[in-house]
T-cell receptor, first 113, second 115 residues
Framework: GDSVTQMEGPVTLSEEAFLTINCTYT??????LFWYVQYPGEGLQLLLKATKADDKGSNKGFEATYRKETTSFHLEKGSVQVSDSAVYFCALSTNTGGFKTIFGAGTRLFVKA | DARVTQTPRHKVTEMGQEVTMRCQPILGHNTVFWYRQTMMQGLELLAYFRNRAPLDDSGMPKDRFSAEMPDATLATLKIQPSEPRDSAVYFCASGPGQGENEKLFFGSGTQLSVL
């Protein structure tokens, strides 16, 4: 079945460091891909998305490119801030079984001042 | 500011008791999802609805869990009887029904502790 695999955390970085969180997926058909972010005590919120191969989603300095050949959607940010500390979830949605959204396990990011 | 509302925010109960969690989706949204979040399993899809009809509840333990949408403004997730392994954060999310491009809007979750 469809699934999402993302790198295990926690990831700990110093402020202004470069961030990469790896995400790969398995899906039948052509999924849309998403990154969601969860701040402490809150629900998830959409960070960015890409709906077809080679699309780049971007928001708040984060970006991810839909790579069909490597079935990947890695999240990157050039310079992280303390306020970026959160849990990041990679997700996909396909029309298999009626357009349900499936999430990876989440990667916790700590950014130190 | 439209948001998904979940109640209660926290629930502590004893093993064997019934637990009911409620969700009010965003007005006009026609898809509703229930997810469970634990440290070990991450975010698991339990059930989801489109236009109030259940489309998939294969992620839910059928013997004790049930999910319903009595009307368009209310979704419920019930556990009876509850067990300590059910302790988790339960999230409801709703979406406008845009197919595979759909952005989901999450509630703040119900933190359930079963003693």
């Amino acid at each position: 079945g469809d699934s999402v695999t993302q790198m295990e955390g926690p990831v700990t970085l110093s402020e202004e460091a470069f961030l990469t969180i790896n995400c790969t997926y398995t899906a039948t058909g052509y999924p849309s891909l998403f990154w969601y972010v969860q701040y402490p005590g809150e629900g998830l919120q959409l960070l960015l998305k890409a709906t077809k191969a080679d699309d780049k989603g971007s928001n708040k300095g984060f970006e991810a490119t839909y790579r069909k050949e490597t079935t990947s959607f890695h999240l990157e940010k050039g310079s992280v801030q303390v306020s970026d500390s959160a849990v990041y979830f990679c997700a996909l949605s396909t029309n298999t079984g009626g357009f349900k959204t499936i999430f990876g396990a989440g990667t916790r990011l700590f950014v130190k001042a | 500011d439209a948001r998904v509302t979940q109640t209660p925010r926290h629930k502590v109960t004893e093993m064997g008791q019934e637990v009911t969690m409620r969700c009010q989706p965003i007005l006009g949204h026609n898809t509703v999802f229930w997810y469970r979040q634990t440290m070990m399993q991450g975010l698991e899809l339990l059930a989801y609805f489109r236009n109030r009809a259940p489309l998939d509840d294969s992620g839910m333990p059928k013997d004790r869990f049930s999910a319903e949408m009595p009307d368009a403004t209310l979704a419920t997730l019930k556990i009876q009887p509850s067990e300590p392994r059910d302790s988790a954060v339960y999230f409801c999310a709703s979406g406008p029904g845009q197919g595979e491009n759909e952005k989901l809007f999450f509630g703040s979750g119900t933190q359930l502790s079963v003693l």
